[in-house]
């Protein structure tokens, strides 16, 4: 086989790609304007311009390729049975890249693009060598990318890994392919030897519809279920341009000239772009779907282990955000496009606040679809159902992404825990406390007319602590306190309700306030500190609603017989969790141990409702001089309760017990007797 460097003579010497030991598909850009640009006219993340460049995401990507291909005639013949395929086939969600993966695995349909090259007519590659061979294949697919090398198309190491890959990582091939596809088309169509696709052909867009925005006068959920797909677009850029940003920095790595620990950095990036390059697939396809075959629950089908990334992804961020601190001096004198600074911090956000955007989107779709009086019963029970079902799998990672960062922080909370003490414990004592579950900012309430502040309750595996923190002078009261009254630090998030922009949509942000991060005005911080926070480079993690629970629903209900509007989602007070109390000189306060209460002698906890919708929390212990001990947490909200809850019963073998009238949810110790019961029960 010819070389096909001489025969172009110096044009393909002009094209210079440069591919990373992925391979991203983003990593090819196309010299055509793109057939369906997205352009999103307002930034959803503060690493973005306010108007983005035009996009095609990787569903675009694959759509508008496989319509390239089929203005080849000597491609689509074999593309065409493929697609005719695709569309027969029952699948609740179409993916653009399988007619792709299909095609791309025969060798010698490869091998046909790299003979377009030369000349429609004169074969440089023998397609029916070695046919009768169990290798044909594989021969076929050699010569392909040694044809690309020849061509300038590909370097040596690329067709290295592409050969290498195995079929598990058939999506990695899969892009290096569509990379070097899409440069030979170019080169085609600058020659003039694309032709008008044949109009018997079936339209790709027919077989894989997409919609970024709704038209005007489209129905509701129509609309969300738009913004849906927009902002998953948008999401996905981001994660793109975090991974080229990556990508840069690893190269550097690899050539020796810096020195930076890219595997703690930027370690789960490419796992949950990689998991996203799937999910993205199917919400752009389900969005554009009629609404009677729009299945939300499918869009979590057989991802579920696959989502587990983002719970490794918060666990970590407290060693990524102290490696790209060390980082940033090393960072900044590199030529990118991404400020390290500002734009990288802003974009490592991004994971987390498209995490808690899919329930609350989940839930104004299936608000929408109840509202519309134009749906059939069948059709309304059916799309509200799948979107419930896809609502609890987003809250459910949600939850679980959130206690894997509360796992993680209270692993260095721990140690910090005994440092802040005025008075060190014995190592016994510390061993007997067990692990740490939970810890929060409170104020305690001793009785009717003296309110103390400044408490902090720390939740071991076998003791409840419950410290004074500022000055390390103890009480003058020595007796134990038989009744205490609690309530945690909340706070109303406004941003939750974002200004509407042209071109945007309320859900399409959300600026929430780090989770496990004092605040300048909790801590008596100034308006300098304040100022300094927000200039921080830290990438902090938003707060996480994990535990709305779904009221009566407001129309039809016989419908549902569980429902929640989006505004009262987003009308909820966020849970934030404190950990040190700063003074102005940035010296953490000491703390005083005013209470600790073992959990096994945690008799009773119960949880009910007070006004304003917030919550109480009443928990009752037996000691051992015979006392009873009362803690009540009030003014929580129902996230916070479901939280607190939950690390109890994490300590405490806790079972339900009857609700009492005014609906209050009661969880007693089973080791006590029921006569004990009845009695704190009556009490």
Request: some cysteine; proline content about 6%.
């Amino acid at each position: 086989m010819q070389p096909f460097a001489s025969i172009f003579q110096g044009k393909l010497a002009s094209l210079t790609f440069k591919f990373t030991s992925k391979c991203f598909p983003f990593c090819m850009r196309s010299r055509r304007r793109p057939l369906v640009p997205f352009d999103n006219s307002s930034s959803t993340s503060r690493a973005v311009s306010m108007r983005r460049a035009a996009y095609m995401s990787p569903y675009d990507r694959a759509v508008h390729l496989i319509e390239r291909m089929l203005r080849l005639p000597s491609i689509a013949t074999y593309l065409y049975p493929i697609l005719i395929d695709e569309n027969s086939t029952p699948d609740v969600c179409k993916n653009p890249r399988n007619p792709l993966k299909t095609l791309f695995a025969r060798g010698y349909t490869l091998n046909i693009l790299l003979n377009e090259l030369e000349s429609p007519f004169v074969a440089t590659i023998n397609l029916y060598e070695l046919m009768d061979e169990s290798n044909y294949e594989t021969c076929q697919t050699e010569r392909f990318w040694k044809g690309c090398v020849d061509a300038g198309l590909a370097t040596p190491e690329m067709m290295d890994r592409a050969l290498s890959v195995s079929e598990e990582s058939s999506d990695e091939y899969l892009d290096m392919a569509m990379a070097v596809v899409s440069a030979i088309l170019d080169i085609l169509q600058e020659r003039g030897v694309l032709a008008s696709p044949d109009p018997r052909y079936i339209k790709p867009r027919t077989i894989y519809p997409v919609v970024n925005y709704a038209p005007d006068g489209a129905p509701k959920h129509a609309v969300l279920a738009a913004e849906l797909s927009r902002t998953e677009v948008a999401y996905m850029q981001d994660l793109e341009r975090l991974m080229a940003f990556a990508a840069n920095v690893k190269a550097h790595v690899d050539s020796g000239s810096i020195k930076v620990d890219t595997a703690t950095i930027f370690g789960h990036i490419s796992d949950i772009l990689a998991l996203h390059l799937k999910f993205s697939m199917r919400i752009q396809y389900m969005a554009a779907v009629p609404v009677e075959s729009q299945y939300f629950d499918a869009l979590f089908a057989g991802l579920s282990e696959g989502f587990v990334v983002y719970s490794r992804f918060c666990a970590s961020r407290e060693h990524a955000q102290k490696a790209y601190r060390q980082a940033l001096p090393v960072l900044r004198q590199l030529d990118c496009t991404i400020d390290p600074v500002f734009d990288v911090p802003s974009l490592f956000m991004r994971p987390v606040q498209r995490l808690a955007q899919y329930p609350m989107l989940f839930q104004s779709i299936a608000d929408a679809i109840c509202e519309n009086a134009h749906l059939s019963q069948a059709t309304q029970a059916q799309v509200v159902k799948s979107a419930y079902s896809a609502l609890r799998m987003s809250k459910r990672i949600l939850r679980q992404a959130n206690e894997a960062t509360r796992e993680a922080l209270n692993e260095t909370q721990y140690g910090e825990f005994f440092e802040r003490l005025d008075i060190p414990l014995s190592s016994h004592t510390q061993m007997g406390l067990g692990r740490l579950l939970l810890s929060s900012k409170v104020s305690a309430l001793v009785s009717s007319d003296y309110l103390v502040d400044g408490r902090e309750a720390f939740l071991f595996e076998n003791n409840l602590v419950l410290c004074k923190a500022g000055s390390p002078e103890r009480e003058s009261k020595t007796s134990r306190i038989k009744r205490t009254l609690s309530s945690l630090q909340i706070m109303r998030s406004p941003s939750l309700r974002p200004k509407r922009e042209s071109g945007s949509s309320a859900s399409s942000t959300l600026h929430s306030p780090p989770l496990l991060a004092s605040s300048p005005e909790a801590d008596g911080l100034g308006e300098k500190s304040a100022l300094r926070s927000t200039e921080s480079t830290e990438f902090q993690l938003p707060t996480i609603d994990t535990g709305y629970s779904l009221t009566a629903p407001p129309c039809n209900p016989a419908l549902l017989s569980s429902h929640a509007s989006l505004t009262s989602l987003r009308e909820k007070p966020m849970i934030r969790f404190t950990t040190d109390v700063a003074c102005e000189d940035g010296i953490k306060t000491k703390l005083t141990v005013c209470e600790q209460i073992p959990t096994c002698a945690i008799s009773r906890i119960s949880v009910g409702a007070e006004a304003h919708g917030f919550a109480r929390l009443t928990v009752q212990a037996m000691m051992v001089d015979g006392g009873e001990l009362v803690m009540a947490f009030g003014q929580m909200s129902s996230e916070a309760a479901g939280v607190w809850t939950r690390m109890f019963r994490r300590a405490v073998s806790l079972v339900p017990a009857d609700a009492c009238a005014d609906g209050t949810c009661v969880l007693v110790n089973p080791k006590f007797s029921e006569s004990q019961q009845a009695r704190h029960l009556a009490a």
